[in-house]
């Protein structure tokens, strides 16, 4: 158990609905990762958070938000669903600002669009 | 900017002997490298880094990495493979290292399997 804990595990949803995926990072880590897992396109990273700031951005369309709370837990917003959003999306948490120490992923929530 | 590949989209592999998955990698300036497995239905597990010092990077499951900075590459290998070591295998490679900004890109993976 990595410690990072997201919801809800399995979605199933149609094209043009919006989701919210929910993420609660290891106890004491300040960053937040999103990454999109899929067949055709492998891990891609999509944002990351600092204590409630972004701090990269990846491969995010613009139909995706994030954002992270005070409580430093993150969620990942996509809108206008599409066939092809349809992917595993990861979070990860690290205590560092930088990628230079491990992440800590959770077990990914699996978003079907149909 | 930073990439990374795997060569190999799936690595087969008798219980009992070495493996080796294979790793390159592309940066501007000094390379931070990292594996990480993931068994079916889970998240990723980080394996090992290497960040400087020694080339051969031990870690978790009895797995090493070599850092081969001539060739560009960062293979993952183990003396002698366990069935439960089958599963899938991400390279990656810190991007905007240090500072306020970080992440990791990854390989595309590679399916490692060991058969009894």
């Known amino acids: 158990d990595s410690g990072v804990t997201q919801t809800p595990k399995h979605l199933i949803t149609a094209t043009g609905q919006r989701v919210t995926l929910r993420c609660s990072p290891r106890?004491?880590?300040?960053?937040v990762y999103w990454y999109q897992q899929s067949l055709d396109q492998g891990l891609q990273f999509l944002i990351q958070y600092y204590n409630g700031e972004e701090r990269a951005k990846g491969n995010i369309l613009e139909r995706f938000s994030a954002q992270q709370f005070p409580d430093l837990h993150s969620e990942l917003n996509l809108s206008s669903l599409e066939l092809g959003d349809s992917a595993l999306y990861f979070c990860?948490?690290?205590?560092?600002?930088?990628?230079?120490?491990?992440?800590?992923f959770g077990e990914g929530s699996r978003l079907t669009v149909l | 900017a930073q990439s990374v590949a795997q060569p190999e989209d799936q690595v087969n592999v008798a219980e009992g002997n070495p493996l080796t998955v294979k790793c390159t990698y592309s940066v501007s300036g000094n390379p931070y490298l990292f594996w990480y497995v993931q068994y079916p239905n889970r998240g990723l597990q980080f394996l090992l880094k290497y960040i400087t010092g020694d080339n051969l990077v031990k870690g978790s499951y009895g797995f090493e990495a070599e850092f081969n900075k001539s060739q560009t590459s960062f293979h993952l290998k183990k003396p002698s493979a366990l069935v439960s070591d089958s599963a899938l295998y991400f390279c990656a490679v810190s991007q905007n290292y240090g500072g306020s900004q970080g992440n990791l890109i990854f390989g595309k993976g590679t399916k490692l399997s060991v058969k009894p």
């Open positions: 990860a948490s690290s205590p560092w600002t930088g990628a230079t120490g491990e992440l800590f």
């Open positions: 106890s004491g880590d300040l960053s």
